[in-house]
């Protein structure tokens, strides 16, 4: 970096990024919590180390192909054209090291990649594993109390670093093919995290099935209690602080949008499409209030549904948030919502589903809602800033949310549940699921504090208190 | 004897690219990162597989499920 300018640009882009990744660990913290509280007593633990261990496993699966995927995976490849070469984004690159954005060492590399990729790829590369993250946790919940740890962390793995990745390569990227051919427009990931975290968690309980008991012999459902309210409400509000720094991860914080001569800053969406991270907050904020005010009327102040049902607002307005007024993104936000809670309703009713979290609701079906609702609203827009691409449009739209929810989404995960079902590894024993995963925890602690209790006792009858 | 790919600080800094040591052998830290990765879903298979057969045989009776209901209808949640 030779002047101040760029210097200044690079790296504040570079913090900038940094700084939305902390942000965006306050989604797993409150993923974790959440969880936590609500499964029950007997389970605590297992949930907990379930969901925790998809932080290790996603990173460095992420770290090997799933990076390399974004770049590669554009055109399908095969749909519209080839594999993309992205020699910044394999494992094997020295840009995915430590690097001060001199020469290349590699013949693979030019100055020009090095020059580019050096300080932005670690924490460009860190946000996007960080929305891995998200979309493995978002299946996490949904599967609580019977499914194997091991046959989880597969799914995290297929989630975190293949599914949706390739979604992103798709439709997330400026030049994928879905926006290109679609003009799919997806700006904060209505469709792109969310409407496929909620198809591929809807995959695997189908096979999965519902905890023992869910369902009373007529078919109705039974009430699991949460356990912790507390920990449950904090969980929520810890996932929608780190919601606002997904959002900001998912704009360029500034690059010069002028076509032809002249020049003009501004921070843009993922498709590099001029918005400001003003635009962003007014509707971040009010899609969240019409989700929360439509969830306390449709739940009747259930606290859950209202928590869940301001994420769920957020989601159905996110794919158009960088475009709407902030009225359209509340009652956007609103009417997912309402959606939402009746479609989860009639599909548990209907098909047994046994969804702990409501995460297919929450992120699924909101978030499918989001995209086909955005083909409506912004009908005619262009979907990025290259002219040639197709513009936005109900049907392509709802084209893109078939693809996320249904095509990445859901038929993976049943796939993969079918066989770990079939080599019987997907779900625990049912006598373990009767006792809770945590019974040799549990005794072991048990016996620990009675041989503690003990020792204490004969402290004390030694000093004469007995 | 150095593992650095760069001699110093006081030269030319655009001249300066990886910065970490054994630079050219990234493939084979490719190669470690991927079986670390594999035997890792292998160990941990085997560790729940047994810890479930363990607890079936050790834990699993009457007596420990009803003591869980107990526990469970004296703080059924919310």
């Given at each position: 970096m030779e002047n101040e300018l760029t210097s200044l640009s690079t790296i504040f882009t570079e913090f900038y990024y940094w700084v939305t990744v902390v942000f965006m660990f306050l989604i797993h913290v409150g993923f974790c919590v959440y969880e936590v509280g609500v499964s029950r007593r007997k389970n605590h633990m297992h949930t907990l180390m379930k969901n925790t261990m998809l932080v290790p496993l996603v990173t460095i699966t992420f770290y090997m192909f799933g990076w390399w995927i974004y770049f590669a995976f554009p055109n399908g490849p095969f749909i519209i054209g080839d594999l993309i070469a992205a020699p910044w984004a394999?494992?094997?690159?020295?840009?995915?090291g430590t690097h001060?954005?001199?020469?290349?060492?590699?013949?693979?590399?030019?100055a020009d990649d090095t020059a580019s990729w050096a300080r932005i790829n670690g924490v460009f590369w860190a946000a996007f594993l960080l929305f891995s993250w998200t979309a493995a946790s978002i299946v996490s919940g949904a599967c609580i109390e019977r499914i194997r740890s091991n046959a989880f962390w597969i799914f995290a793995v297929l989630i975190g670093s293949v599914m949706w990745i390739i979604d992103a390569a798709w439709g997330w990227h400026p030049d994928g093919w879905m926006v290109q051919k679609l003009g799919y427009h997806d700006a904060y990931a209505s469709g792109v995290i969310h409407a496929i975290a909620g198809g591929f968690a809807l995959g695997i309980l189908v096979v999965l099935g519902p905890r023992i008991g869910k369902f009373r012999p007529d078919g109705s459902a039974r009430q699991i209690a949460q356990q912790n309210p507390w920990f449950t409400t904090v969980g929520l509000f810890l996932i929608y602080t780190g919601f606002w720094g997904f959002y900001a991860a998912c704009n360029v914080p500034i690059i010069d949008v002028q076509q032809g001569d002249g020049v003009f800053f501004s921070a843009t969406n993922i498709y590099l499409a001029p918005t400001t991270l003003s635009a962003i907050t007014f509707n971040f904020l009010m899609s969240l209030a019409g989700g929360m005010m439509a969830g306390y009327i449709v739940s009747k102040g259930n606290a859950f549904w209202t928590y869940s049902s301001g994420l769920a607002g957020i989601i159905a307005a996110s794919a158009g948030n960088d475009l709407y007024h902030p009225v359209q993104a509340m009652l956007i936000g609103a009417a997912g919502v309402v959606f939402m809670y009746n479609l989860h309703h009639w599909v548990e009713k209907k098909f047994k589903i046994d969804d702990a979290v409501s995460a297919v609701a929450v992120h699924g079906y909101a978030g499918f809602f989001g995209v086909c609702v955005a083909g409506f609203m912004l009908w005619g827009y262009p979907s990025s800033p290259n002219a040639d691409y197709a513009v936005i449009t109900p049907w392509g739209q709802f084209a893109g949310a078939i693809i996320m929810f249904w095509v990445l989404g859901f038929a993976p995960a049943f796939l993969v549940a079918k066989l770990l079902a079939k080599l019987d590894v997907l779900r625990i024993p049912a006598q373990i699921e009767l006792v809770g995963l945590d019974i040799s925890q549990e005794i072991e602690a048990e016996e620990a504090a009675k041989d503690v209790i003990g020792a204490e006792r004969d402290k004390a009858r030694a000093i004469g208190i007995d | 004897m150095s593992t650095a790919d760069f001699q110093d600080f006081t030269g030319n800094m655009t001249e300066i690219g990886p910065m970490y040591p054994f630079v050219g052998w990234e493939w084979l830290l490719t190669l470690l990162c991927f079986v670390f990765w594999i035997a890792w879903h292998f160990w941990q298979i085997r560790i729940e597989n047994r810890e479930f057969k363990e607890e079936a045989d050790k834990y699993v009776s009457k007596e420990v499920l009803d003591r869980v209901y107990k526990r469970e209808e004296a703080d059924p949640g919310v």
């Amino acid at each position: 970096m030779e002047n101040e300018l760029t210097s200044l640009s690079t790296i504040f882009t570079e913090f900038y990024y940094w700084v939305t990744v902390v942000f965006m660990f306050l989604i797993h913290v409150g993923f974790c919590v959440y969880e936590v509280g609500v499964s029950r007593r007997k389970n605590h633990m297992h949930t907990l180390m379930k969901n925790t261990m998809l932080v290790p496993l996603v990173t460095i699966t992420f770290y090997m192909f799933g990076w390399w995927i974004y770049f590669a995976f554009p055109n399908g490849p095969f749909i519209i054209g080839d594999l993309i070469a992205a020699p910044w984004a394999t494992p094997w690159s020295e840009l995915m090291g430590t690097h001060m954005g001199g020469a290349p060492a590699s013949v693979a590399l030019s100055a020009d990649d090095t020059a580019s990729w050096a300080r932005i790829n670690g924490v460009f590369w860190a946000a996007f594993l960080l929305f891995s993250w998200t979309a493995a946790s978002i299946v996490s919940g949904a599967c609580i109390e019977r499914i194997r740890s091991n046959a989880f962390w597969i799914f995290a793995v297929l989630i975190g670093s293949v599914m949706w990745i390739i979604d992103a390569a798709w439709g997330w990227h400026p030049d994928g093919w879905m926006v290109q051919k679609l003009g799919y427009h997806d700006a904060y990931a209505s469709g792109v995290i969310h409407a496929i975290a909620g198809g591929f968690a809807l995959g695997i309980l189908v096979v999965l099935g519902p905890r023992i008991g869910k369902f009373r012999p007529d078919g109705s459902a039974r009430q699991i209690a949460q356990q912790n309210p507390w920990f449950t409400t904090v969980g929520l509000f810890l996932i929608y602080t780190g919601f606002w720094g997904f959002y900001a991860a998912c704009n360029v914080p500034i690059i010069d949008v002028q076509q032809g001569d002249g020049v003009f800053f501004s921070a843009t969406n993922i498709y590099l499409a001029p918005t400001t991270l003003s635009a962003i907050t007014f509707n971040f904020l009010m899609s969240l209030a019409g989700g929360m005010m439509a969830g306390y009327i449709v739940s009747k102040g259930n606290a859950f549904w209202t928590y869940s049902s301001g994420l769920a607002g957020i989601i159905a307005a996110s794919a158009g948030n960088d475009l709407y007024h902030p009225v359209q993104a509340m009652l956007i936000g609103a009417a997912g919502v309402v959606f939402m809670y009746n479609l989860h309703h009639w599909v548990e009713k209907k098909f047994k589903i046994d969804d702990a979290v409501s995460a297919v609701a929450v992120h699924g079906y909101a978030g499918f809602f989001g995209v086909c609702v955005a083909g409506f609203m912004l009908w005619g827009y262009p979907s990025s800033p290259n002219a040639d691409y197709a513009v936005i449009t109900p049907w392509g739209q709802f084209a893109g949310a078939i693809i996320m929810f249904w095509v990445l989404g859901f038929a993976p995960a049943f796939l993969v549940a079918k066989l770990l079902a079939k080599l019987d590894v997907l779900r625990i024993p049912a006598q373990i699921e009767l006792v809770g995963l945590d019974i040799s925890q549990e005794i072991e602690a048990e016996e620990a504090a009675k041989d503690v209790i003990g020792a204490e006792r004969d402290k004390a009858r030694a000093i004469g208190i007995d | 004897m150095s593992t650095a790919d760069f001699q110093d600080f006081t030269g030319n800094m655009t001249e300066i690219g990886p910065m970490y040591p054994f630079v050219g052998w990234e493939w084979l830290l490719t190669l470690l990162c991927f079986v670390f990765w594999i035997a890792w879903h292998f160990w941990q298979i085997r560790i729940e597989n047994r810890e479930f057969k363990e607890e079936a045989d050790k834990y699993v009776s009457k007596e420990v499920l009803d003591r869980v209901y107990k526990r469970e209808e004296a703080d059924p949640g919310v």
